[in-house]
């Protein structure tokens, strides 16, 4: 079992930045591939960037690339997420996942995650 706590969230004008952190208890989340996702209302969750077990490969989606860094430090079990020039489409509840199937890779499904936080709302407004 391993229970996963997003914080950081919070309201930004467009243009500024958050970071968001998930912090990991129980099983050892830092061992294994971590991600972050999105959900907009009315809208699918969406993966937002992926990291590996000792943080050498990161993925992103495309609409983030280049404004979001993806980060972990094993030794606090807690993943990052740094948001800059934030725009109002990025407006969601982020949830940090970790995927206890994979060391050296990151999915980008959300069905391929095993547990997942609670979520921390994140509002751009413009």
């Known amino acids: 079992q391993v229970q996963l706590v997003e914080s950081g969230g919070g309201l930004v004008q467009a243009g500024g930045s958050l970071r968001l952190s998930c912090t990991a208890s129980g099983r050892t989340a830092a061992s294994y591939a971590m991600a972050w996702f999105r959900q907009a209302p009315g809208k699918e969750r969406e993966f937002v960037g992926g990291i590996t077990r000792f943080g050498g490969i990161t993925s992103y989606a495309d609409s983030v690339k280049g404004r979001f860094t993806i980060s972990r430090d094993n030794a606090k079990n807690t993943v990052y997420l740094q948001m800059n020039s934030l725009k109002p489409e990025d407006t969601a509840v982020y949830y940090c996942?970790?995927?206890?199937?994979?060391?050296?890779?990151?999915?980008?499904?959300?069905?391929?995650?095993?547990?997942w936080g609670q979520g921390t709302q994140v509002t751009v407004s413009s």
């Open positions: 996942a970790v995927d206890f199937s994979r060391l050296h890779s990151t999915g980008r499904g959300p069905n391929e995650y095993d547990y």
